[in-house]
Nanobody, 119 residues
């Protein structure tokens, strides 16, 4: 099981930037995928980015490609989501999540951090 704690959310104007952090701890981290999800009011939770701990391969949702960057610092067991050129539609609660292996559901979740982008 992996424990996750997000930080770095806040209020920003459209076009601005934020960096989210996810501090991870627990067993199995080295073989896990770490993902960032977001949930906007009235909408389903969606996966916006993912990084594979073993090889740093990444995935991005089409709508954030070129604007968001996911990365990790293995010395700190921390995953980051750098968000640039933010848009009002990026508003939502952002969650960090982990899953064992390369497929299947994410089983461990952080508590979430609010990101609000004003127009």
């Amino acid at each position: 099981q992996v424990q996750l704690e997000e930080s770095g959310g806040g209020l920003v104007q459209a076009g601005g930037s934020l960096r989210l952090s996810c501090a991870a701890s627990g067993r199995g981290l080295s073989s896990s995928d770490l993902g960032w999800f977001r949930q906007a009011p009235g909408k389903d939770r969606e996966n916006v980015a993912r990084i594979r701990w073993s090889d740093d391969s990444t995935y991005y949702k089409d709508s954030v490609k070129g604007r968001f960057t996911i990365s990790r610092d293995s010395t700190k067991n921390t995953v980051y989501l750098q968000m640039n050129s933010l848009k009002p539609e990026d508003t939502g609660v952002y969650y960090c999540a982990a899953r064992a292996g390369k497929a299947g559901p994410y089983s461990d979740w952080g508590q979430g951090t609010q990101v609000t982008v004003s127009s």
